[in-house]
């Protein structure tokens, strides 16, 4: 039912639209590298490794007739962010873009910020479907006109053509960030946004691009006594004062602006603490948190670490209300994934619309749907042998160890090259997008 | 099983520690551990310590300077340049001098994106 925004095992997933080249091929530059629905859920972003954005928007949905499912089509494609050499520190900037953060929108126009590890752009889109016609001194293709032809005098009038998208970079801001950006989030207060890398967060004007506040800084004086940096970095839905940031070392700081300029000193301190003798050469690294959400009511918070899913509430600093395990089955092949890399990925997680469901992502194009309010949990796949139109997704079991049954897979045979690192969650219906390497699927609500 | 435990008893720190997962089998991440060790002996003991953050930190050096370029080039004047590093074009470091051929092409994407087609 649209609008509900619930989810879960209520709900039967259908396979929608599925973007991208279906060749085995990838291309390093067509790896989708962020993904993100604007705040109305009609306009859907996604950044690549080559530095390009492209942008769908939804159909508008054909009352007359329900079972048309509105589609998200291309709407516009640019390329937000080039490769860089920084000369001076022998520093190459790659044009990957690594967050994309919708603004709400004001006006006619969309906007929208992209950033890649060192420069974030404000992009303005926006559309033209009348143009002017019947200039004095022009041809209707540009030239001039010969003046001694001119006789009559003509009011030029709008005439309307065919719609044309346009974007537009309208702020460029650079020059902050010694080390590499992971997160960008637009304030409440729609005039400022926070950009966090390793080891700083910075908060910025829209409109001022030579200034940036430094908020947060955890660099030591002594390099050699590093010890965590920050993974992720967001502003309260609401409070314009409060934002959080997390760590390699799996806590999560709660700041307020109002207590000072710089927030050093958190405000809250979140971390679960840690079963002594559960301790291992792993346990940092996979405790590490790739992401954190606040969620919609700003309430709760979610957090992403290797193997699992924290829900915690701003009022609880001690432990988690809620943590669900993404892929506990892993817990037994950690030596292969230290050796292989992937104890390193970085997996994203989202919201639905009314905070009851998160979804994640993870390996063998498989992602999770955890149901907070029934307690329930599914495993989906993005798969091109699911993609007939309204085919309902069966979920997925990952068999540990023993007898593997007959639908299950196991352990040993998923595929750790097709991680599913990007989600997003439509803010108000049931539609999701899951982002493969490089394709792109819309997933919907089995609409009866 | 059994063949687990010979090879393992030629470390013997790790015997113990093998032996307790194996009989108990509860803590599957110590047993991961143990493999680890077993394999690089000398990993180092503060995982998520300074090397492996630095590492991070360090992501995307590229090792070009151009001083060491240009003082190479006045040398070889009257000799011709070295030839282009074989196929390991991301390791220009130490003694070979690295010249602009040898870093990879760095050309934007001109190619629109294919979720767009």
């Known amino acids: 039912m649209a609008g509900a925004g619930g989810g879960g095992n209520d709900v039967q997933w259908c396979f929608s639209q599925v973007k991208g080249a279906i060749d085995d091929d990838v291309a390093e530059a067509d790896i989708i590298s962020t993904v993100e629905f604007n705040h109305s859920g009609e306009l859907l972003a996604t950044g690549d490794k080559g530095g390009r954005v492209v942008i769908f928007q939804q159909e508008t949905e054909n009352k007359s007739q329900p079972q048309c499912r509105s589609e998200y089509n291309v709407y516009s494609t640019f390329q937000s962010h080039e490769p860089e050499f920084d000369y001076l520190k022998s520093l190459e900037i790659e044009e990957k873009i690594n967050k994309i953060r919708w603004l709400p929108q004001k006006n006619a126009a969309q906007f929208l910020l992209s950033t890649n590890d060192k420069t974030i752009k404000l992009w303005k889109i926006s559309e033209r479907d009348k143009r002017p016609e019947g200039y004095n001194l022009k041809e209707e293709d540009g030239r001039y006109r010969d003046a001694a032809t001119i006789t009559t005098l003509r009011v030029p009038v709008f005439r309307p053509m065919d719609l044309m998208v346009e974007a537009s970079p309208r702020r460029v801001f650079a020059n902050a960030h010694t080390y590499h950006i992971n997160s960008i989030s637009v304030n409440s207060d729609n005039e400022t946004y926070l950009s966090a890398d390793d080891l700083r967060v910075n908060l910025w004007h829209l409109e001022i691009t030579d200034r940036s506040f430094n908020i947060v800084d955890i660099k030591p004086a002594n390099m050699e006594e590093l010890t965590e940096v920050i993974t992720a970095a967001e502003f309260h839905p609401h409070q314009c004062n409060t934002f959080v940031y997390s760590s390699s070392k799996g806590t999560i700081r709660l700041c307020d602006m109002r207590a000072s300029a710089l927030c050093d000193k958190h405000s809250k301190l979140f971390e ?9 050469f792993f346990s940092e690294i996979i405790s590490s948190i790739s992401d954190v959400k606040f969620s919609h009511n700003g309430r709760y918070m979610m957090t992403r670490d290797y193997l699992s899913v924290k829900i915690w509430d701003l009022n609880m600093e001690n432990r988690p209300v809620e ?12 030596c292969s994934l230290y050796e292989n890399d992937c104890i390193f990925d970085k997996f994203e997680c989202c919201w639905n619309g009314n905070d009851s ?25 993005a798969s091109r042998e699911s993609c007939k139109p309204r085919q309902v997704l069966k979920p997925r079991r990952v068999c540990a160890g023993g007898k593997r049954k007959k639908d299950e897979i196991s352990v040993d045979s998923l595929d750790f090259n097709k991680k599913i690192l990007h989600t997003a969650w439509h803010p108000q219906e049931n539609i999701i997008a899951v982002a493969t390497t490089n394709n792109l699927y819309i997933f919907q609500e089995k609409v009866n | 099983m059994s063949s687990d435990n010979q090879d393992t008893e030629t470390h013997s720190e790790q015997m113990d520690e093998t032996q307790e997962s194996q009989d108990t089998n509860s803590n599957p991440v110590r047993t991961e551990e143990a493999k680890l060790k077993a394999k690089y002996p000398n990993l180092g003991q503060k995982p998520g310590g300074s090397d492996f953050l630095m590492k991070r930190l360090q992501k995307g050096q ?5 001083g060491d370029y240009n003082m190479a080039k006045a040398k070889m004047k009257n000799k011709q340049l070295p030839a282009a590093a074989g196929p390991d074009k991301n390791i220009v470091t ?4 690295p010249t602009p051929q040898d870093l990879p092409q760095r050309k934007s994407s001109l190619v629109t994106s294919k979720l767009a087609g």
Do not use: A, C, W
């Not at chain 1, 679960?272 to 291992?280: A, G, K, V, W």
């Open chain 1, 272 to 280: 679960e603490p840690e079963d002594p003798s559960n301790r291992s």
């Open chain 1, 323 to 334: 943590t669900y395990q993404v892929h506990e089955y892993l817990r037994s092949k950690l």
């Open chain 1, 357 to 381: 469901v998160v979804m994640t992502g993870s390996y063998n194009n498989f992602f999770r749907m955890l149901d907070r309010s029934q307690r329930r949990d599914v495993t989906l796949e």
């Open chain 2, 62 to 66: 590229k090792y070009f300077d151009s």
């Open chain 2, 94 to 97: 130490g003694d070979h001098i």
